[in-house]
């Protein structure tokens, strides 16, 4: 069942970890520093088991400025926040920046608590709460309950275990299904067990015996034990702070920040679509392209920032922008995400990806920033099967499998068959290798067959005397290029809607044939006369050439390949051709010949044929061409089948 995280945020020293030693009676401090200095540097865990029976899972961030990097690591996944402040000082620089750090990841509830009430007299704690209210005047814990408690006597501890119990209690609990995520934010190797993940599990789940593979890395193995809260389970879901137990890897291959997933189910790019929110509290306007620090679940990648629709922004305005990332990352949609500056490092925005594999988009034009204003307007707009067209029709002529749509949606198995089922029977989406499910828009398949229609027409255009165009040389021609299995369903499209006709390896448009002129109609008939004539020594494509100098090469050409195409003539190859029945007869008499003697060689088959190895050698290899024979060091047998 999926449980709920519960994430402490507030400013240093003020009173986080005492909070979770008295709520649980968990030490969250485990480093000698943290404990001789008295503040939280890492990640801290612990959790309390409510009387409506969930087990509330519970992480301690960090408060001092220098370690916001890790407290942004510990909001990853977090359900629920228990912002701390303490009465004695109120309002403070971290407690500005966790807040907003908060809603730029999206928590949206929680509960406020004021730390060492003992430390003040009630006049200045109503002062303080007052003032704490109108902080959040507008914000997800604008009506939050505020709630003072003294952690040392346990003051206040039970109405904070009351208030958890009543929110958890009220949740909508449903098993977790899909593929499981999980953002690493320890990793480590312990004796006799080998290497050790945690995190909390964002989504999905996953059990004992399987798979996980490490983005963007790409690096998998095998899950050899679970734990959750130090209890050995079988299966694991959404909403645990989890540590897994791995074989097949080391700990130096795996990096604080990488996210464990399922096989599949995620992309790496260095490119990342976004709505992005400048905070009013940023000290400068945000300029385009400017490097900062984007932190994506536990991982901190630098960047650099493309606005999308203007040169700079300012503070508290709302745009979207493209991330350009030094390192891949691997995300879905709809994941959250901090920005902070470069130098000095302080956070400045934030938001929510849009695609997490995009095409790099450009803004130099004003018809370039148009582009992607309609883009982002109709991304916007769209309902969940319009966003899976979009995202389709940018993939453009390359198309997208069905695997590859849903690691870029984060959208699975029967849910996303479901949303796939209208767009396809109506055509919106055309499905173009079943195999593999991969599928094009149908607004990009017409824009290829069109194409495909225009170089067939210019193509017979230009060569009349010629049958239809080969398809692998259509498929060379095409711009942009178009994977194979891709053309041969765009053709078959064509073919049953009766526009185009493929004769062998041979596309032409429908209705096209080839109609001679008078003067080569007759070079035709006396080209076919002399190959008629020479049988089995004709004269190669030089002295045809020559022996029909008065017509353009071109077309003596044409003609020939005409002939080949009729089926008068067969090509050996480009220089030299046959009189069709000639070889007809002289393969029947090699096939007569092997059976009888079991092999022939050259010299054997020069004396059958009679031919010199001018003739003799290229009709051999044609014949282990077309499959009637094989060679076996000198010799050639008859090919089985």
Same mark, same amino acid.
């Given at each position: 069942?999926?449980?709920?995280?519960? /994430?402490?945020?507030?400013?240093?020293?003020?009173? !986080? %970890?005492?909070?979770?030693?008295?709520? %649980?009676?968990?030490?969250?401090?485990?480093?000698?520093?943290?404990?001789?200095?008295?503040?939280?540097?890492?990640?801290?865990?612990?959790?309390?088991?409510?009387?409506?029976?969930?087990?509330?899972?519970?992480?301690?961030?960090?408060?001092?400025?220098? $370690?916001?990097?890790?407290?942004?690591?510990?909001?990853?996944?977090?359900?629920?926040?228990?912002?701390?402040?303490?009465?004695?000082?109120?309002?403070?620089?971290?407690?500005?920046?966790?807040?907003?750090?908060?809603?730029?990841?999206?928590?949206?509830?929680?509960?406020?608590?004021?730390?060492?009430?003992?430390?003040?007299?009630?006049?200045?704690?109503?002062?303080?709460?007052?003032?704490?209210?109108?902080?959040?005047?507008?914000? $997800?814990?604008?009506?939050?309950?505020?709630?003072?408690?003294?952690?040392?006597?346990?003051?206040?501890?039970?109405?904070? #275990?009351?208030?958890?119990?009543?929110?958890?209690?009220?949740?909508?609990?449903?098993?977790?299904?899909?593929?499981?995520?999980?953002?690493?934010?320890?990793?480590?190797?312990?004796?006799?067990?080998?290497?050790?993940?945690?995190?909390?599990?964002?989504?999905?789940?996953?059990?004992?015996?399987?798979?996980?593979?490490?983005?963007?890395?790409?690096?998998?193995?095998?899950?050899?034990?679970?734990? #959750?809260?130090? =209890?050995?389970?079988?299966?694991?879901?959404?909403?645990?702070? %989890?540590?897994?137990?791995?074989?097949?890897?080391?700990?130096?291959?795996?990096?604080?920040?990488?996210?464990?997933?399922?096989?599949?189910?995620?992309?790496?790019?260095?490119?990342?679509?976004?709505?992005?929110?400048?905070?009013?509290?940023?000290?400068?306007?945000?300029?385009?392209?400017? =490097?900062?620090?984007?932190?994506?679940?536990?991982?901190?990648?630098?960047?650099?920032?493309?606005?999308?629709?203007?040169?700079?922004?300012?503070?508290?305005?709302?745009?979207?922008?493209?991330?350009?990332?030094?390192?891949?990352?691997?995300?879905?949609?709809?994941?959250?995400?901090?920005?902070?500056?470069?130098?000095?490092?302080?956070?400045?925005?934030? /938001?929510?990806?849009?695609?997490?594999?995009?095409?790099?988009?450009?803004?130099?034009?004003?018809?370039?920033?148009?582009?992607? @204003?309609?883009?982002?307007?109709?991304?916007?707009?769209?309902?969940?099967?319009?966003?899976?067209?979009?995202?389709?029709?940018?993939?453009?002529?390359?198309?997208? %499998?069905?695997?590859?749509?849903?690691?870029?949606?984060?959208?699975?198995?029967? !849910?996303? *068959?479901?949303?796939?089922?209208?767009?396809?029977?109506?055509?919106?989406?055309?499905?173009?290798?079943?195999?593999?499910?991969?599928?094009?828009?149908?607004?990009?398949?017409?824009?290829?067959?069109?194409?495909?229609?225009?170089?067939?027409?210019?193509?017979? @255009?230009?060569?009349?005397?010629?049958?239809?165009?080969?398809?692998?040389?259509?498929?060379?021609?095409?711009?942009?290029?178009?994977?194979?299995?891709?053309?041969?369903?765009?053709?078959?499209?064509?073919?049953?809607?009766?526009?185009?006709?493929?004769?062998?390896?041979?596309?032409?448009?429908?209705?096209?044939? #080839?109609?001679?002129?008078?003067?080569?109609?007759?070079?035709?008939?006396?080209?076919?006369?002399?190959? @008629?004539?020479?049988?089995?020594?004709?004269?190669?494509?030089?002295?045809?050439?020559?022996?029909?100098?008065?017509?353009?090469?071109?077309?003596?050409? =044409?003609?020939?390949?005409?002939?080949?195409?009729?089926?008068?003539?067969?090509?050996?190859?480009?220089?030299?051709?046959?009189?069709?029945?000639?070889?007809?007869?002289?393969?029947?008499?090699?096939?007569?010949?092997?059976?009888?003697?079991?092999?022939?060689?050259?010299?054997?088959?020069?004396?059958?044929?009679?031919?010199?190895?001018?003739?003799?050698?290229?009709?051999?290899?044609?014949?282990?061409?077309?499959?009637?024979?094989?060679?076996?060091?000198? *010799?050639?047998?008859?090919?089985?089948?």
């Amino acid at each position: 069942m999926r449980e709920i995280i519960l /994430g402490t945020a507030g400013h240093v020293d003020h009173g !986080k %970890t005492s909070l979770i030693r008295a709520l %649980t009676g968990i030490e969250t401090d485990r480093l000698k520093e943290e404990k001789e200095r008295g503040i939280t540097i890492e990640l801290g865990f612990a959790y309390l088991d409510l009387p409506c029976g969930h087990r509330l899972g519970i992480v301690d961030v960090p408060g001092h400025e220098k $370690f916001i990097r890790n407290m942004v690591a510990g909001t990853a996944g977090m359900d629920l926040v228990a912002f701390v402040i303490a009465a004695d000082e109120g309002i403070m620089p971290q407690t500005v920046e966790h807040f907003e750090i908060c809603q730029l990841l999206g928590v949206r509830d929680g509960l406020v608590v004021l730390t060492k009430k003992d430390m003040v007299e009630q006049e200045w704690l109503d002062m303080v709460t007052e003032e704490v209210r109108d902080f959040f005047t507008g914000s $997800f814990l604008e009506n939050a309950p505020i709630v003072p408690v003294n952690s040392v006597n346990g003051e206040g501890i039970d109405e904070i #275990v009351r208030l958890l119990d009543a929110k958890v209690a009220a949740i909508n609990f449903q098993e977790e299904f899909g593929p499981f995520r999980m953002a690493v934010d320890r990793v480590f190797s312990m004796k006799g067990f080998g290497t050790v993940i945690t995190g909390t599990s964002l989504s999905g789940r996953i059990e004992t015996g399987a798979e996980l593979t490490f983005y963007p890395g790409g690096l998998t193995a095998k899950i050899r034990g679970i734990q #959750v809260h130090g =209890q050995d389970v079988g299966l694991v879901e959404a909403g645990h702070r %989890t540590a897994i137990n791995l074989q097949g890897i080391e700990k130096e291959q795996i990096n604080r920040g990488d996210m464990a997933a399922t096989p599949g189910s995620l992309i790496a790019s260095t490119l990342l679509d976004a709505e992005f929110h400048c905070l009013r509290s940023a000290r400068n306007e945000l300029k385009n392209r400017t =490097q900062v620090r984007v932190h994506l679940g536990t991982r901190e990648i630098v960047g650099r920032i493309l606005l999308l629709e203007s040169d700079t922004l300012t503070p508290g305005e709302t745009t979207r922008i493209q991330l350009i990332l030094q390192e891949p990352a691997a995300v879905w949609p709809g994941d959250h995400y901090v920005i902070r500056s470069y130098s000095p490092i302080t956070t400045i925005g934030g /938001g929510t990806i849009l695609n997490n594999g995009p095409k790099k988009r450009k803004r130099t034009l004003e018809r370039d920033r148009e582009v992607n @204003r309609a883009h982002f307007a109709a991304l916007a707009a769209a309902d969940s099967e319009q966003k899976l067209l979009l995202l389709v029709e940018e993939c453009g002529s390359k198309g997208i %499998t069905a695997d590859q749509l849903a690691a870029r949606t984060g959208v699975f198995s029967k !849910k996303l *068959k479901k949303q796939l089922q209208h767009p396809i029977s109506t055509g919106a989406l055309m499905v173009v290798d079943s195999e593999s499910q991969r599928m094009l828009a149908a607004s990009v398949a017409m824009g290829i067959q069109r194409q495909i229609v225009d170089l067939l027409t210019n193509f017979h @255009r230009a060569n009349p005397l010629k049958t239809g165009l080969p398809k692998e040389e259509l498929r060379s021609q095409l711009r942009p290029a178009v994977e194979q299995k891709i053309l041969q369903a765009l053709l078959a499209g064509l073919v049953r809607k009766g526009v185009i006709e493929q004769v062998g390896a041979e596309i032409k448009v429908s209705g096209h044939t #080839v109609t001679l002129e008078v003067n080569e109609q007759e070079m035709e008939q006396k080209i076919s006369e002399l190959y @008629r004539l020479a049988g089995l020594t004709p004269p190669n494509l030089k002295e045809v050439l020559a022996a029909f100098s008065e017509f353009p090469e071109k077309q003596i050409r =044409q003609v020939i390949d005409l002939l080949a195409a009729k089926g008068a003539l067969i090509k050996i190859n480009e220089s030299l051709s046959f009189h069709a029945p000639a070889i007809q007869t002289l393969q029947e008499e090699v096939v007569a010949f092997i059976r009888h003697e079991g092999e022939i060689d050259a010299p054997r088959f020069k004396e059958l044929s009679g031919l010199t190895r001018k003739f003799s050698i290229p009709l051999l290899e044609y014949f282990d061409k077309i499959k009637l024979t094989i060679r076996i060091d000198d *010799k050639r047998v008859l090919r089985k089948g």
